[in-house]
């Protein structure tokens, strides 16, 4: 009976601390200061509001009844307040999910075993200075997608764990570009060559699935989303260093804007390079 009645304490404890946690993790859903809300709404959502307002006043003050402008004051202060409420706890619930992929992505490339392994596998798996710094909040788009793809990851989780680091390192280069750091044609390179391994990564799980023809399907779609979502940080990054080209004069760290075009036609015959592997490098 005591070991019961014991077991009873110890639940409700835990229970307590959970929700204690849970309140500190999640202290926005319990925030209901009107100022707060109103700065991390988007600020789009206020010309919103102020449409509702005139709607509302449109409407009541044709009535004839006394003092309507107080009763559409008071009409547009209560929808405005239930509006705000309710895009600051869609605003909230979105940040949570995002902030739940991030999670589940950076404890496969920063706490999991098998990241040491994939660090030694490649000794320019990351850029030199990104060592486990995450760039990935950067681009929501490729955090989705592949927490989509975490099924994947029970195929082969080296490939996947291997594909997210390069993707990684592909926006953290793309960054750097954007704040002005190690702005040199050899970043952009590096982010080529990143881009490649993340995409050849995930194509080597094609030896790992099953054999029906909706897993290849969807492979080959999902490669085809990552190589466009990777494209645009080369893209965006081949932009920057053409409009240095019109700003600056050319240097032993500079290319002509040609340069920046060739990723986007028929590259060069690699196939018969010292580290090609048939098996896997197909970009």
Excluded: C, W
Aim: glycine share 2%; proline share 1%; hydrophobic share 40%.
């Amino acid at each position: 009976m005591s070991s019961i009645i014991f077991q009873n304490i110890i639940d409700k404890i835990n229970t307590s601390s959970n929700n204690i946690n849970s309140y500190f993790k999640n202290s926005d859903y319990y925030n209901t200061n009107i100022y707060d809300i109103y700065t991390k709404i988007p600020k789009s959502n206020i010309i919103i509001y102020i449409f509702v307002v005139f709607i509302v006043f449109n409407f009541i003050s044709h009535l004839e009844i006394r003092l309507n402008e107080i009763m559409t004051f008071l009409v547009s202060i209560i929808l405005i307040y239930i509006l705000l409420i309710k895009d600051y706890s869609e605003f909230i619930k979105y940040t949570n999910v995002k902030k739940n992929q991030l999670d589940f992505l950076h404890k496969l490339i920063f706490n999991d075993t098998g990241v040491d392994y994939a660090k030694v596998a490649d000794i320019f798996l990351k850029p030199v200075g990104n060592n486990d710094k995450s760039f990935l909040y950067l681009n929501p788009l490729i955090v989705k997608f592949f927490y989509n793809l975490r099924n994947y990851s029970q195929l082969n989780i080296s490939a996947y764990i291997n594909s997210i680091i390069h993707s990684n390192n592909v926006i953290g280069l793309s960054y750097q570009s954007t704040l002005g750091v190690n702005r040199t044609y050899l970043n952009y390179e590096l982010a080529i060559e990143e881009t490649k391994k993340a995409l050849n990564n995930l194509n080597s799980m094609i030896y790992n699935l099953h054999s029906t023809k909706i897993s290849y399907n969807k492979l080959e779609a999902s490669i085809k989303i990552l190589h466009s979502l990777l494209n645009k940080h080369i893209i965006d990054m081949g932009v920057i260093f053409k409009n240095d080209n019109k700003m600056e004069n050319m240097s032993i760290d500079k290319r002509p804007d040609s340069f920046y075009d060739m990723y986007f036609k028929i590259g060069e015959n690699d196939t018969k390079t010292a580290d090609y592997m048939s098996v896997y490098n197909v970009y």
